[in-house]
Structure formats: structure tokens, C-alpha cells
């Protein structure tokens, strides 16, 4: 069946379930307003006719279902009966509704010429109903506007089916020639498609050509990735050894930094005390040069001692000079006194009290000359210990003073050695911070490793998948390479 007769079938069938509805309407209708009938036809006449009409129109449904015929025989039945209806049913106006029915039931075949017939046929039929019903009717002028509005309406409604039919056939004409030029724009498109596909086939040729050289690519990157994988975990193994150096070295550096900044700390605590050496070492030359004059005066004083213990002696030795001549006076006086007799008594009592005071004279002189020796000595003595203290004290200024300069001279070096300390912590501690680097670097390195091992591991399963794919669309390739040769030909 082709899409043409398909479509005649189609109308064909819809329309006579449409038309089936309609009959069995109007049959009744017959039916129901026989009572008072107004009409050309009684009840009987117009039964037989629809009956008539009905069987005609079964049988050209069933003849002519398939051909352009059946549409003009059913409509044409359709039409008989609605004349029948209207030629019966005089004293019914609103029955006039049946024709809107038949001009909706032929817009189903999208006939012009049909539609014409039809359309005429339904305005004239509606016309013989407004002569029949101003003639038969009891009381025409009852309903003789409506009859007439009928009239129109079915005018109105046949004229819009008509422009219908024909709008809708200018559009179909319209899309008919749209699709015979995309048709046509197809067969050119086909054409072109056809070339496209030569010339696919002939790049699917090449692509063939050039899959069999990637795979064989492939392989030889696969096999390099391999010996990467390889490569790269040993890199990993020995990057792991060296990160285990590296911390050992790390443990190292930050005990010599440890040790590092001890020293230096310790460095400042000897300049520090050194510093305050230095001040004591000054004030002690200072406290000496005090003690060294002290000294030199004390000697001065004990040299003027021993002059005046000089002095001393020979007032002494005067008195005793004097007691021993006032002695010799006493004893010469007391011989005068003896020789004197009783007139001399007097005197020789005073001359005996002379001779005693110059005893004691003597005896303390004599116990002051030995204390002024005795002080002479100690003072000789404390002389020279004098003397043996102010060198001594000037040997201990000048070592002092050399002690100062030593002093000085390790101030001098322990600053330095601070100074180097500071830069020795200093590097130690950038050693350290570098070293940190490298085993952070070292770490990133090796996990760096195993990514690119594992990427290395990946990229071998990768090429294996390649390797299977490549293979696949080769086959796939080679089908389309057929299909395109078999469509050529």
C-alpha cells in the first residue's frame, strides 16, 4: 500500500465513522418528529430512503475504501440523506444543523472540488427548506427570521469550509514544493555526502595506515615506561636512603647549633665577665698606684722616724751624760758634806737624793736608749719591709698593668671569637633552614617519584588499553573501510 492509498483509507474510514453517527441521527430524528409531520415525504417514504441511502453507503465504503471514488459516493450518500431529512421534517427548523456537519465531515478530504459540491448542495438544500417551510408550515411568520439566520449560517459556514479547502491545499502545495526542494537539496547533499565518503574511505585508508604506526608507537612507549617505572623507583629507593642521610645530618646540625648557641652564650658570659675583670683589674692598678705612694710616704715617714729616733738617742746620751756628771756632782757633794761634818748633813741628804734621782735618771735614760734601739731596729726593720713593699707593689702594678693588657688582649680575642661564634650560629642555623629545604625538596622529590612511578605504572596499563582500543578501532576501521568501499561501488 502505498502512503497515498494509505491516506485515502484513512479519510476514508474516519469519514465514514462520522457519517455512520450522522445517519443513525437523522434516523432517529425521523423517528422522534413524525408526530405532526410537515414535509413533501411521510414517515415510511423517508425511512425507506435513509435505509436506502445507508445500505449505499455501506456498500460504497466497502467497495471503494481504498480509491479516490469511495469519497464522492459517501458524501454523495450523505448529502441524499440530509435531503431526505429536510424534504420530511418541514415543521423542524433547527434540523438545518445536520448541513455544518456534512461541510465539517468533507474538510476530512481537503477536496476543493468536493468541498464545492458539497458546500453548494448543503445552501441549496437549506434554501428548499425555507421555500418548503414558508409554504407548508401553519404559521410560517413564526419562525421565517430563523429559517432565513439558517440560511446564512450555512452560506457562512459553506464559504469558510471553501476558503478552508483551498488555503489548506495552497499550503500543502506550498509544503509539497519545500519538500521536492529539500528532496532536491538532499539528492545534492547525497551527492556531496557521497564524495565526503570517498574521500573518508580514502582517509580511513590513511588513518588505518597511520593506527598500525601509533600502535607499534605505543608499544615502544609503553616499553620505555617501563624502563621509566624502573628508573624511577630506584630513584625513589635511593632518594629514601639519602633522605635518611639527610636527617642524620639534620639531627647533627641542630645539635651543632645547639652547641652553637651554648657557646656563644657561654662567649658572652666570659666577655661579660671578662669586661668586669678588666674594670676590677683597672681599680686594683688604681687601689695599687694609692697603695705604692701610701707606701713611699710611710717610708719617707719611717726614714724622718729613724732620724728622730737618732735625735732621741743623743738626747739620751746626753742625759746620761748629764746623770753621770749630776752622779760624779752628788758624790763630790757628799764628800764635801762628810768633810763638812754636821754643817754638810743637810747637803749630803740632798746630795744623796740627787745621787738617786740621777741613778733613776740614768736607769730610765739607759731604759730609753734601749727602746729607741729597740724602735731603732723595728723601725730599720719596718724600713726595709717598707722599702721590700713599695718595689713590691710597684712589681705588682706593673703586673697589674701587664695583667690589664693580657686582659685587654683576651677581650679583644674573646670579642672576635664571639663575633665568630655569632656567624658560626648564624650559618649553622642557614645550614640548618638549607638542609630543612633540601629534605622538604627530597621528600617532594620522592613523592614526586612514586607519582611519576605509579603515572609511569599507569601510563604502561594506559598503553595496554591503547594497545587494545588501537586494535579495536582497527577492526572498526577496517569495517567502515568495507562499508565505504562496498557504497562506492
Not at 737624793?353 to 740621777?358: F, G, K, M, Q
Not at 627530597?442 to 605504572?457: F, H, Y
Request: aromatic letters at 4%.
Amino acid at each position: 500500500m502505498t502512503l497515498q492509498e494509505k491516506q485515502i483509507y484513512e479519510s476514508n474510514l474516519l469519514a465514514f465513522k462520522l457519517a455512520c453517527i450522522i445517519n443513525v441521527f437523522e434516523i432517529l430524528s425521523t423517528i422522534v418528529y413524525r408526530a405532526d409531520r410537515v414535509g413533501v415525504l411521510n414517515t415510511t417514504a423517508m425511512l425507506v430512503l435513509q435505509f436506502i441511502v445507508l445500505a449505499l453507503f455501506i456498500f460504497s465504503y466497502i467497495k471503494f475504501s481504498h480509491d479516490e471514488k469511495g469519497k464522492y459516493l459517501i458524501m454523495g450518500c450523505m448529502i441524499a440523506n440530509y435531503l431526505v431529512v429536510i424534504l420530511g421534517i418541514v415543521h423542524v427548523p433547527y434540523l438545518w444543523a445536520f448541513g455544518p456537519g456534512l461541510l465539517i465531515l468533507v474538510l476530512l478530504y481537503k477536496d476543493p472540488k468536493l468541498t464545492i459540491i458539497t458546500a453548494c448542495s448543503v445552501v441549496a438544500i437549506n434554501l428548499l427548506f425555507a421555500v418548503l417551510y414558508l409554504s407548508l408550515a401553519a404559521d410560517p411568520s413564526e419562525r421565517k427570521n430563523m429559517v432565513f439566520t439558517d440560511v446564512v449560517y450555512a452560506l457562512l459556514l459553506a464559504l469558510m469550509a471553501v476558503f478552508y479547502v483551498r488555503l489548506s491545499n495552497r499550503q500543502n502545495a506550498e509544503t509539497i514544493d519545500e519538500i521536492q526542494e529539500a528532496a532536491r537539496q538532499q539528492k545534492e547533499d547525497a551527492e556531496v555526502i557521497k564524495s565526503i565518503g570517498i574521500q573518508i574511505g580514502e582517509k580511513l585508508e590513511e588513518a588505518n595506515e597511520a593506527m598500525e604506526s601509533l600502535s607499534l608507537k605505543v608499544t615502544s612507549s609503553a616499553d620505555a615506561s617501563e624502563e621509566i617505572s624502573q628508573s624511577v623507583t630506584l630513584t625513589a629507593e635511593a632518594i629514601q636512603t639519602q633522605t635518611e642521610m639527610n636527617a642524620n645530618i639534620t639531627e647533627s646540625l641542630e645539635d651543632i647549633a645547639h652547641q652553637s648557641t651554648e657557646m656563644r652564650s657561654n662567649a658572652d658570659e666570659v666577655t661579660d665577665n671578662i669586661k668586669d675583670g678588666n674594670t676590677l683589674v683597672k681599680e686594683l692598678t688604681t687601689k695599687a698606684q694609692e697603695a705604692s705612694v701610701i707606701n713611699q710616704e710611710t717610708a719617707e715617714m719611717t726614714t724622718n722616724l729613724q732620724k728622730s729616733a737618732g735625735t732621741v738617742k743623743d738626747i739620751v746620751a746626753a742625759i746620761l751624760s748629764i746623770s753621770g756628771q749630776t752622779n760624779l756632782l752628788a758624790l763630790n757633794a757628799s764628800i764635801e758634806a762628810a768633810r763638812a761634818g754636821e754643817a754638810g748633813k743637810g747637803f749630803a741628804v740632798v746630795a744623796d737624793e740627787i745621787r738617786e734621782l740621777s741613778e733613776h735618771t740614768k736607769q730610765s735614760a739607759e731604759q730609753i736608749a734601749s727602746t729607741i734601739d729597740d724602735l731603732l731596729d723595728k723601725v730599720n726593720t719596718a724600713s726595709k719591709n717598707m722599702e721590700r713593699s713599695v718595689e713590691s707593689a710597684n712589681e705588682q702594678g706593673e703586673i697589674i698593668a701587664r695583667t690589664g693588657e693580657k686582659f685587654e688582649v683576651i677581650l679583644e680575642k674573646v670579642s672576635d671569637l664571639t663575633t665568630r661564634a655569632s656567624k658560626i650560629s648564624d650559618n649553622v642555623d642557614a645550614c640548618v633552614t638549607a638542609n630543612t629545604a633540601v629534605m622538604d625538596a627530597i621528600s617532594n622529590l620522592s613523592a614526586t617519584s612514586e607519582e611519576v612511578a605509579a603515572s609511569s605504572q599507569s601510563a604502561i596499563e594506559i598503553s595496554e588499553d591503547c594497545k587494545k582500543d588501537m586494535a579495536a578501532t582497527k577492526d572498526i576501521l577496517n569495517k567502515i573501510l568495507e562499508i565505504s568501499r562496498s557504497g562506492n561501488k
